[in-house]
C-alpha cells in the first residue's frame, strides 16, 4: 500500500505537536473542589493591633480618628472628622519598642500631608502623641481617649 506524502508529513507534523505540548495537565475534579470549596484564610493582626480600633476623640477640640481596620500587614482603614470628613491618604499599625502605634496622614483642603504619630496606652484606654500642622511646620503633642 503507498501511502501519500502529505498524509505522511500531516501525521508526523501532529505527533510532534502533540509530544511538544507542555500545557499543564487538567486538574482533577478532587482538585477542583477543595480550590473552590475552601474559604481564603487572610491572616489575622495581632491583638494589639486589633485593639486600635473603634472611635477615638481629640477633646481638645473634638477631631475624630475612627480606626475601622488594621490587617496583619498593618494597613489601617480609618477616617477623620474635623466635623466634616478630611481625606486619609495612608494609615499604618505597628509594634515598636514593645508599644502598639499608628501613624495617620491626613491629605486634603488644609491639611496638606499633616500627621499623626500615636501610641496606644492599654491602661488608660488612650492614644497619645504627635500632631504635625504642616502648613506651620509646627508639632504639637496630642491625646484621644476612646470613644464608647
Same mark, same amino acid.
Given at each position: 500500500?503507498?501511502?501519500?506524502?502529505?498524509?505522511? %508529513?500531516? @501525521? &508526523?507534523? %501532529?505527533?510532534?505537536?502533540?509530544? $511538544?505540548?507542555?500545557?499543564? =495537565? @487538567?486538574?482533577?475534579?478532587?482538585?477542583?473542589? +477543595?480550590?473552590?470549596?475552601?474559604?481564603?484564610?487572610?491572616?489575622? =493582626?495581632?491583638?494589639?493591633?486589633?485593639?486600635?480600633?473603634?472611635?477615638?476623640?481629640? =477633646?481638645? &477640640?473634638?477631631?475624630?480618628?475612627?480606626?475601622?481596620?488594621?490587617?496583619? @500587614?498593618?494597613?489601617?482603614?480609618? &477616617?477623620?472628622?474635623?466635623?466634616?470628613? +478630611?481625606?486619609?491618604?495612608?494609615?499604618?499599625?505597628?509594634?515598636?519598642?514593645?508599644?502598639?502605634? *499608628?501613624? *495617620?496622614?491626613?491629605?486634603?483642603?488644609?491639611? =496638606? &500631608? $499633616?500627621?499623626?504619630?500615636?501610641?496606644?496606652?492599654?491602661?488608660?484606654?488612650?492614644?497619645?502623641?504627635?500632631?504635625?500642622? @504642616?502648613?506651620?511646620?509646627?508639632?504639637?503633642?496630642?491625646?484621644?481617649?476612646? %470613644?464608647?
Amino acid at each position: 500500500m503507498k501511502t501519500n506524502p502529505l498524509i505522511a %508529513l500531516i @501525521a &508526523g507534523s %501532529l505527533v510532534i505537536f502533540v509530544a $511538544c505540548d507542555k500545557s499543564a =495537565p @487538567a486538574p482533577h475534579a478532587s482538585d477542583a473542589a +477543595i480550590a473552590t470549596n475552601s474559604p481564603a484564610t487572610a491572616p489575622k =493582626p495581632s491583638a494589639e493591633l486589633e485593639k486600635l480600633k473603634g472611635r477615638w476623640e481629640r =477633646p481638645d &477640640g473634638g477631631y475624630i480618628l475612627e480606626i475601622r481596620s488594621v490587617d496583619a @500587614a498593618g494597613m489601617v482603614d480609618a &477616617g477623620y472628622l474635623n466635623p466634616s470628613p +478630611i481625606h486619609v491618604s495612608q494609615a499604618r499599625a505597628y509594634r515598636e519598642a514593645g508599644e502598639t502605634k *499608628v501613624f *495617620v496622614e491626613l491629605r486634603d483642603v488644609n491639611y =496638606p &500631608g $499633616c500627621t499623626y504619630k500615636l501610641a496606644l496606652d492599654p491602661k488608660n484606654d488612650q492614644l497619645f502623641g504627635q500632631y504635625y500642622q @504642616a502648613s506651620m511646620q509646627q508639632t504639637y503633642e496630642v491625646t484621644f481617649a476612646r %470613644l464608647k
